[in-house]
């Protein structure tokens, strides 16, 4: 695969779950580096939507999000024509290589991860066992592709060990068949926190709105929702212990315009809250403006967006085809 053989360039893979609009959060805590991450890398990166129906919809709800989320992909600046960009069902190999590696994954490991734990007290009403086996497919996503990185935030790291120790122990049994991978660390992004209490991430599944600003909300929706972010009584505009809402704010401006804290400090110095959020609110609004120009751009092409994924496929598809028809060998599956 010519975008897999060049030596000097690691293999670099995600898939990124399409359960709803990525936040400000994502953004500059990831996205925003994705640029220069696919630069430097050979790039797989793929709508995980296997895993999504672990949590019940509504079909038409499923493929709207999972080509809402493939489309936000290319917009952050994923390249279809050097990076492979994909839907994961698109590649049913994940689906066998998932089912394989379930036969070499205790229960008692899966067991362990808290995301199944966490995950299965909230959706108490559908605990599938597609949610317990989830970090099992997503250790096939990863080995499929021989990836050498994975980007992962906080609550991902358990599964990427999951997946290097069934790796592991299949290489152990049949010699080397799987790279482990390793996290990739990027550029440091920054954690941004909840707009309505900043003690808490800024997440997409927040059930209040006002906490977490969308990549596609509108100016105006942004405006509000800067204004109406939590701070403190103070009125004065610096970093520091008591002051959760205004260092998040602080933080947000400063990713958006590059200005240091300090910087930002004098700026407002003398002045309100009220001038400090309204310049938040521009300098938010003009980073995402450009993404969700682009964004809207794609998604309003559906034959490009389908050509794309046609050809992504296909490429993911070449290199997974490999993975699991030597997988399959070793394993003594009969081959005719
Ligand atoms: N579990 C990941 C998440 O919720 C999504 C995911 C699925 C993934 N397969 C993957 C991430 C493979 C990295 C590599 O964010």
Known sequence: MENVSNDSKKVVLSLVQASGTPTLGNYLGAFKNWHEMAEDNDCIFGVADLHAITVRSKPADLRRRSIEMYAMLLALGLNPDKNIVFLQSHVQEHAL?????????????????TQFKDK???????????????PILMAADILLYNADMVPVGDDQKQHLEIARNIAARFNGIYGDVFKLPEPYIGRHGAKILSLQEPEKKMSKSDPNVKAFISLTDPTDVIVKKIKGAVT???????????????NNLMTIYSCCTGKG??????????????????????????????????????????????????EGADKARAIARRTVRKVMKKVGFYQI
């Open 97 to 113: 290589l998932g089912w394989i590696l379930n036969c070499y994954t205790q229960f008692g490991e899966a067991s362990r991860m």
């Open 120 to 134: 299965s007290t909230r959706h108490a009403d559908n605990v599938n066992v597609g949610l317990f086996t989830y």
């Open 232 to 246: 403190d009584s103070e009125a004065r505009v610096y970093y520091g212990e008591g002051k959760a809402g205004i």
């Open 261 to 310: 804290m300090d910087d930002i400090e004098r700026e407002f110095e003398g002045k309100g809250y009220g001038d400090f959020k309204a310049a938040v609110a521009e300098a938010v609004a003009e980073e995402l403006r450009p993404l969700r120009e682009e964004y809207e751009r794609i998604l309003g092409d559906k034959a490009y967006i389908e050509k794309c994924a046609a």
